[in-house]
């Protein structure tokens, strides 16, 4: 019998896998866009760097969000002795008693231009709740939301990953590098989602989560090229008679 290879797999075959192929390789593109857009942007910079994953999982113990912004994009916004003055109250515990009147005025002079109920998109600092809130250290990602994100994500990837590598596994190629591309995505997945836990411990394994996220994506292309090139470039067709 014939060798059964992508090459010679039935018209109807190649068709469903490689519109799963390119389903995939859309919604990879996809996760990649939302990753930037969401953790990326967690330090306030464009683009996906290792404070971005140290912010999102360990936090910024180092100080609150109000202090940060103070020191930062929000510094124009009042003169640098009433900024002291929140950051003294917000390191201290921003304690409720003090807010009225003092600080409640403060914050009415100084950031309800734009901090106000009118503007939906911003924290609304006529309120003590919400000053409150953002004078909290940041923690990063609670365990609660670990556990829930680890877990939709090592059951939902591996489905992916094991379609895309039975798929790889009729191509042609070198059969150790076969067997090594569709055991690596399985394998950095796990140290993925084991990176965020340890980078929630301690921010010095942040670099692990951006292997890991890499690690996969590339075998995962190239398990996906690779099959769809052999399904249906004539080159590998051809040989396969
Ligand atoms: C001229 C309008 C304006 C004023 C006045 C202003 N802010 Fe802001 N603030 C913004 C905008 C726009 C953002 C969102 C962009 C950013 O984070 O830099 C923001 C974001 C923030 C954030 C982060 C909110 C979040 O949900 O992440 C904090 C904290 C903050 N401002 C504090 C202050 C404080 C304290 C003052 C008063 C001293 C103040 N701002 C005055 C426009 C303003």
Not at 20 to 29: A, D, K, N
Not at 157 to 167: D, E, N, P, R
């Amino acid at each position: 019998m014939k060798e059964l290879t992508l090459a010679n797999f039935p018209l109807a075959l190649r068709v469903v896998f490689t519109s799963f192929l390119l389903t995939i390789g859309v919604g990879l593109m996809m996760a990649g866009a939302q990753i930037m857009m969401t953790h990326g942007m967690a330090d306030g910079k464009v683009g996906l760097s290792l404070d971005d994953v140290v912010y999102s999982y360990y936090g910024n113990k180092e100080g609150s969000k109000i202090e940060g912004k103070l020191n930062g994009s929000m510094q124009a916004m009042a003169p640098d002795a009433v900024r002291l003055d929140m950051i003294k109250w917000a390191r201290a515990g921003a304690d409720e008693a003090q807010w009225e009147p003092h600080y409640k005025a403060v914050f009415a002079q100084y950031c309800a231009v734009c901090h106000s109920a009118e503007q939906t998109s911003l924290p609304n600092f006529t309120q003590y709740e919400n000053v409150k809130h953002m004078t909290e250290t940041d923690e990063g990602a609670s365990f609660s939301s670990l556990t829930r994100v680890s877990h939709i994500h090592l059951f939902g990837i591996s489905f992916i990953f094991m379609f895309v590598g039975a798929i790889f596994a009729f191509a042609r190629f070198n059969q150790l590098w076969k067997l090594v591309l569709v055991v690596t995505p399985f394998a950095f997945l796990i140290v993925d989602v084991l990176s965020w836990w340890l980078t929630k411990l301690h921010p010095g394994f942040a670099w692990l989560t951006i292997i890991g996220g890499f690690g996969y994506s590339v075998a995962a292309g190239i398990m996906l090229f690779t099959s769809l090139a052999q399904m249906w470039l004539p080159r590998f067709r051809n040989t396969s008679e």
